[in-house]
């Protein structure tokens, strides 16, 4: 059974870089694309987006000038650093494998990241 | 890229069939079959119910099923069961390899 884990910091000062790392147990992380998705307290989910293990990426425009993502397949890990973070990046973070396009069939617990002073 | 627009709310009644909708462009849900939908208890990770408009992943119930026409796509729940209560997201593949999310659906079962 594939399993993943988040795990980072849960605090992250405004202005500085938020880093997050999925570590993948049960399977294989080769051959799949693997995604970012968050979601404000009671809000709904945004992707924020996915790496292949090869190491292509698509971001979310609306965050791509300051997301950065990679893997490292020797870890079954992959990894997010989100930049310049403010409290609107106050979010639970979720790492998923995807299939096709939006269709993601596992996923992390979450881990919650506060953007705070 | 706006999110996808669903209802913020259906109810209905144990047995009864309800249908949440999911409306986007003719840029995501209108050009491709990539619309997904995603169960969400609290406090619980998204949970893949339907996936290319209609496809069911092994152990999801028959209960639950996926259709589109036009810029809008609908997960339709059949046999209500109190278990089904829950928030419901769509997804669609919106081009050049970008993704949205539905603004989301609180599923009451009365």
């Known amino acids: 059974q594939v399993q993943l884990q988040e795990s980072g910091p849960g605090l992250v000062k405004p202005s500085e870089t938020l880093s997050l790392t999925c570590t993948v147990s049960g399977g294989s992380i080769s051959s799949y694309y693997w995604s970012w998705i968050r979601q404000p307290a009671g809000k709904g989910l945004e992707w924020i987006g996915r790496i292949y293990t090869s190491g292509s990426t698509n971001y979310n425009p609306s965050l791509k000038s300051r997301v950065t993502m990679s893997v490292d397949t020797s870890k079954n890990q992959f990894s997010l650093k989100l930049s310049s973070v403010t409290a609107a990046d106050t979010a639970v973070y979720y790492c998923?494998?995807?299939?096709?396009?939006?269709?993601?069939?596992?996923w992390g617990q979450g881990t919650l990241v506060t953007v705070s002073s | 890229q706006s999110a996808l627009t669903q209802p913020a709310s259906v109810s209905g009644s144990p047995g009864q069939s309800i249908t949440i909708s999911c409306t986007g462009t003719?840029?995501?849900?209108?050009?491709?079959?990539?619309v997904s939908w995603y169960q969400q208890h609290p406090g619980k990770a998204p949970k893949l119910m339907i996936y290319e408009v209609s496809k069911r992943p092994s152990g999801v119930s028959n209960r639950f099923s996926g259709s589109k026409s036009g810029n809008t796509a609908s997960l339709t729940i059949s046999g209500l069961q109190a278990e089904d209560e829950a928030d419901y997201y769509c997804?669609?593949?919106?081009?050049?390899?970008?993704?949205?999310f539905g603004t989301g659906t609180k599923v009451t079962v009365l």
């Open positions: 998923a494998r995807g299939l096709r396009f939006g269709e993601f069939d596992y």
């Open positions: 997804c669609s593949y919106a081009g050049s390899s970008t993704l949205v």
């Open positions: 003719s840029s995501d849900v209108g050009s491709y079959n990539l």
